[in-house]
């Protein structure tokens, strides 16, 4: 397996709530994404692993990215659990949906096309997971970025809270994880 991208802290500095913290360690490596392990058909097999640690007041999380409407993601959790935020944004960019799933060892979250995402390791070990993209698919990170971050911060108090640097944001809905693979993957694009 090749070297892992790694995302250190100073990577996620416009999206992370609390700044302060920010100022403390900021090459501290946060998580590894070790890309295109395998490709077949089209489809781009990832792999990314998060240490469980705290950010200040949130747990490590992903910085986030966008997808354009014809690409979507599943993930497969391999240890650990994680929420996966999951929004979408219309062009005036409010958040017209908003939604996180929970995900254990052995279950898959999708992500369809056309919304934007985040995953936070929420727990006391290590989070691995594994994904299926297409490999035509490019991450869009300005959004988020723009935003400081997703629609919804999820704090070490286990609270969320609203990003106010969006318009408008519905309120969170929870949705179950997949116990097994989707049989149609045509949302991979």
């Known amino acids: 397996m090749r070297n892992p991208d790694i995302r250190y802290l100073y990577d996620l500095k416009d999206v992370l709530y609390d700044q302060e913290w920010l100022k403390q360690s900021p090459n501290l490596e946060l998580y590894y994404m070790y890309r295109a392990i395998k490709k077949e058909n089209n489809i781009r097999y990832d792999k990314t692993v998060i240490p469980a640690q705290k950010l200040g007041r949130e747990f490590t999380k992903t910085k986030g990215h966008s997808h354009p409407d014809k690409f979507g993601e599943l993930y497969f959790v391999v240890s650990g659990k994680c929420f996966c935020l999951i929004q979408k944004t219309n062009s005036q960019e409010e958040v017209e949906d908003v939604y996180a799933v929970e995900a ?8 369809p096309p056309g919304y934007s995402h985040i995953t936070i390791n929420h727990g006391e070990e290590t989070l691995e997971m594994t994904n299926w993209v297409s490999d035509e698919f490019h991450a869009d990170y300005s959004l988020i970025e723009e935003k400081k971050g997703a629609s919804y911060y ?5 609270q969320w809270l609203k990003n106010n640097n969006y318009k408008k944001v519905p309120e969170l809905k929870f949705k179950k994880a997949l116990d097994s693979k989707p049989e149609d993957l045509s949302f991979l694009g």
């Open 104 to 111: 254990i060892k052995n279950q898959y979250i999708v992500i």
């Open 154 to 158: 999820y704090l070490t108090d286990f």
